[in-house]
């Protein structure tokens, strides 16, 4: 920001510089320019307007340049440039704007007096760190200070309406307004040679001349002014610079070598040969002795196809550019070029590319193993077969040899359980799925099948096997197979207490000879007591 001021600092020092060298020049001229220029240093507020605390979006600065033509005494029309920085809500960095307007003034405005108070208002367009773009409609006031004939110290404030949110402003300017100087009246109306012409409007000042000449003389009275006339005591015209052209092709006869006939500049004024006669000439004909059209640049074209014969490969026959001149051909005659053809040489429709289907399957005969029996394409275009023949094409067949039923996806069932032979462990017997096509079996015969029977050798109720002591524990899990007892005893008799006391008396009475593996006769009688409880119970 400090570099923009410093700018506009300089323009303003530099404009204020001119505007007294001009006043001073200009102090005693009788006319007024309608033109005139400004420049300010720009102070701009987003902060009020937008209902925000100056000390968080405090003044930014900016220039501004412009240009103003008075209509009347009373208003003014102008075109003012600003740029600069701008403190917004939502951006930490200030915002570069740039804006035009197109602006009215209508001021109070009297030659002798000091102070000019206006009030303006106009719409411009906003250009936001040219990202984004939008209207402001600016409206104000301002005072002009005379400082001389055509220049005055400006001050403006300003409020600009923003269709954007939180755009609009208050813009404060100062600087000046420098009104254009105009050249005097009897400067403008000075004639030195006395033509009727100003010296302003007379191009040739200090010779009497016409008007139709800008004030320059014609001795030879040719229409062309002796000052760009070659042959001014000559009449000639103006496409040969004032001098004779008498085959009028643009060429003066001085310069002319065929001053009697009409030629071009490129042949120093003669005209072209056409040796061919085809209205082409020879330094424009690519074949000079062979006539043709303008189109072929004078080369024959036979065919009449826009390519001349001598780059023609077909000459005779009309075709286009991309074929070298040659038609493009359809061998087969199915309306399909070769070009575009899959099958150039055999007819067929466009849908297949222009190759044949002979039965209409839908597969091209060069790629259909039956082209003449309608076929799928798993099957390179033949049939689909049913080789086993039990109703159900092969496709379909898990079995495509052997015959079977639809429900079997067309394998057998020999023993018609309900399980294919191909996955029937016993495809001659009935048998269940769970035994993979098997019968059960019951060797015992006690009714409970082998592979559910814990004693497939011997019958039994109780899972199949016997409980020979009916103690409800089947032999298979009873200890005590031949005598009754609890199933929490595994079948086996419960011992009752006073027997435990015995055993365990026992077991700790009867004892061996020392260092030997023979009783001590004592124990032979505790052994007789426990063996005669047993007996007893």
């Given at each position: 920001m400090r570099n923009l001021i410093s700018i506009a600092l300089t323009m303003l020092a530099l404009l204020f510089t001119t505007i007294q060298l001009n006043a001073q020049t200009d102090a005693d001229e009788s006319t007024v320019s309608p033109h005139a220029m400004t420049a300010k240093v720009l102070f701009t507020d987003y902060a009020v307007p937008n209902g925000f605390a100056m000390d968080s979006f405090p003044l930014s600065n900016g220039i501004e340049v412009g240009y103003w033509y008075n209509i009347t005494d009373w208003v003014n029309i102008g075109v003012p440039?600003?740029?600069?920085l701008a403190n917004v809500e939502?951006?930490?960095?200030?915002?570069?704007?740039?804006?035009?307007?197109l602006a009215l003034q209508f001021q109070y405005y009297k030659e002798e007096s000091f102070v000019v108070p206006y009030v303006m208002g106009g719409a411009g367009y906003v250009f936001e760190n040219f990202e984004a773009a939008y209207p402001q409609?600016?409206?104000?006031?301002?005072?002009?200070?005379?400082?001389?004939?055509?220049?005055?110290?400006?001050?403006?404030?300003?409020?600009?309406?923003?269709?954007?949110?939180n755009r609009k402003n208050l813009q404060y300017g100062a600087g000046f307004w420098f009104r254009l100087g105009a050249k005097k009246y009897e400067e403008s109306a000075k004639d030195t040679d006395g033509d009727g012409i100003s010296d302003l409007q007379d191009e040739c000042p200090?010779?009497?001349?016409?008007?139709?000449?800008?004030?320059?003389?014609?001795?030879?009275?040719?229409?062309?002014?002796?000052?760009?006339?070659?042959?001014?005591?000559?009449?000639g015209p103006a496409a040969a610079l004032g001098c004779p052209d008498t085959d009028s092709d643009g060429i003066a006869d001085n310069l002319d070598q065929c001053p009697d006939e009409a030629g071009t500049a490129d042949n120093n004024g003669c005209p072209s040969l056409d040796k061919d006669g085809d209205g082409i000439a020879d330094d424009m004909d690519d074949c000079p002795d062979l006539a043709g059209p303008l189109k072929t640049s004078g080369c024959p074209d036979s065919d009449g196809d826009g390519l001349a014969d001598n780059v023609d490969e077909c000459p005779n026959e009309a075709g286009p550019l991309e074929s070298a001149g040659c038609p493009k051909k359809d061998s087969d005659g199915d309306g399909i070029l070769d070009e575009m053809d899959k099958c150039p040489d055999v007819a067929g429709p466009a849908v297949l590319g222009g190759c044949p289907d002979t039965d209409g399957d839908g597969i091209l005969d060069k790629n259909d193993a039956c082209p003449e029996q309608p076929g799928l394409p798993a099957n390179n275009g033949c049939p689909d077969k049913d080789s086993d023949g039990d109703g159900i094409l092969d496709s379909n067949d898990e079995c495509p040899d052997k015959p079977g039923k639809f429900i079997m996806g067309g394998c057998p069932d020999t023993d018609g359980d309900g399980l294919s032979d191909k996955v029937d462990q016993c495809p001659d017997v009935p048998g269940p799925k769970d035994r993979n096509g098997c019968p059960n079996t019951d060797k015992d015969g006690d009714g409970v099948q082998d592979k559910d029977d814990k004693c497939p050798d011997v019958a039994g109720p109780y899972a199949g096997c016997p409980d020979t002591d009916g103690d409800g524990v089947h032999d298979g899990m009873d200890k005590c197979p031949a005598t009754f007892g609890p199933v929490t005893n595994n079948g086996c008799p419960e011992i009752k207490q006073e027997e435990k006391e015995v055993l365990e008396f026992a077991a700790q009475a009867v004892v061996f000879e020392t260092g030997q593996a023979s009783l001590k006769a004592e124990s032979y009688a505790i052994l007789d007591q426990v063996a005669d409880r047993g007996e007893c119970d």
């Amino acid at each position: 920001m400090r570099n923009l001021i410093s700018i506009a600092l300089t323009m303003l020092a530099l404009l204020f510089t001119t505007i007294q060298l001009n006043a001073q020049t200009d102090a005693d001229e009788s006319t007024v320019s309608p033109h005139a220029m400004t420049a300010k240093v720009l102070f701009t507020d987003y902060a009020v307007p937008n209902g925000f605390a100056m000390d968080s979006f405090p003044l930014s600065n900016g220039i501004e340049v412009g240009y103003w033509y008075n209509i009347t005494d009373w208003v003014n029309i102008g075109v003012p440039i600003k740029v600069g920085l701008a403190n917004v809500e939502g951006h930490i960095n200030r915002r570069t704007m740039v804006s035009a307007d197109l602006a009215l003034q209508f001021q109070y405005y009297k030659e002798e007096s000091f102070v000019v108070p206006y009030v303006m208002g106009g719409a411009g367009y906003v250009f936001e760190n040219f990202e984004a773009a939008y209207p402001q409609f600016p409206v104000g006031a301002g005072l002009n200070f005379k400082v001389g004939k055509n220049a005055y110290l400006n001050l403006q404030g300003e409020y600009r309406l923003s269709q954007e949110a939180n755009r609009k402003n208050l813009q404060y300017g100062a600087g000046f307004w420098f009104r254009l100087g105009a050249k005097k009246y009897e400067e403008s109306a000075k004639d030195t040679d006395g033509d009727g012409i100003s010296d302003l409007q007379d191009e040739c000042p200090t010779e009497a001349g016409l008007p139709s000449l800008l004030g320059c003389p014609d001795r030879d009275g040719d229409g062309v002014a002796d000052k760009i006339d070659e042959c001014p005591d000559t009449p000639g015209p103006a496409a040969a610079l004032g001098c004779p052209d008498t085959d009028s092709d643009g060429i003066a006869d001085n310069l002319d070598q065929c001053p009697d006939e009409a030629g071009t500049a490129d042949n120093n004024g003669c005209p072209s040969l056409d040796k061919d006669g085809d209205g082409i000439a020879d330094d424009m004909d690519d074949c000079p002795d062979l006539a043709g059209p303008l189109k072929t640049s004078g080369c024959p074209d036979s065919d009449g196809d826009g390519l001349a014969d001598n780059v023609d490969e077909c000459p005779n026959e009309a075709g286009p550019l991309e074929s070298a001149g040659c038609p493009k051909k359809d061998s087969d005659g199915d309306g399909i070029l070769d070009e575009m053809d899959k099958c150039p040489d055999v007819a067929g429709p466009a849908v297949l590319g222009g190759c044949p289907d002979t039965d209409g399957d839908g597969i091209l005969d060069k790629n259909d193993a039956c082209p003449e029996q309608p076929g799928l394409p798993a099957n390179n275009g033949c049939p689909d077969k049913d080789s086993d023949g039990d109703g159900i094409l092969d496709s379909n067949d898990e079995c495509p040899d052997k015959p079977g039923k639809f429900i079997m996806g067309g394998c057998p069932d020999t023993d018609g359980d309900g399980l294919s032979d191909k996955v029937d462990q016993c495809p001659d017997v009935p048998g269940p799925k769970d035994r993979n096509g098997c019968p059960n079996t019951d060797k015992d015969g006690d009714g409970v099948q082998d592979k559910d029977d814990k004693c497939p050798d011997v019958a039994g109720p109780y899972a199949g096997c016997p409980d020979t002591d009916g103690d409800g524990v089947h032999d298979g899990m009873d200890k005590c197979p031949a005598t009754f007892g609890p199933v929490t005893n595994n079948g086996c008799p419960e011992i009752k207490q006073e027997e435990k006391e015995v055993l365990e008396f026992a077991a700790q009475a009867v004892v061996f000879e020392t260092g030997q593996a023979s009783l001590k006769a004592e124990s032979y009688a505790i052994l007789d007591q426990v063996a005669d409880r047993g007996e007893c119970d």
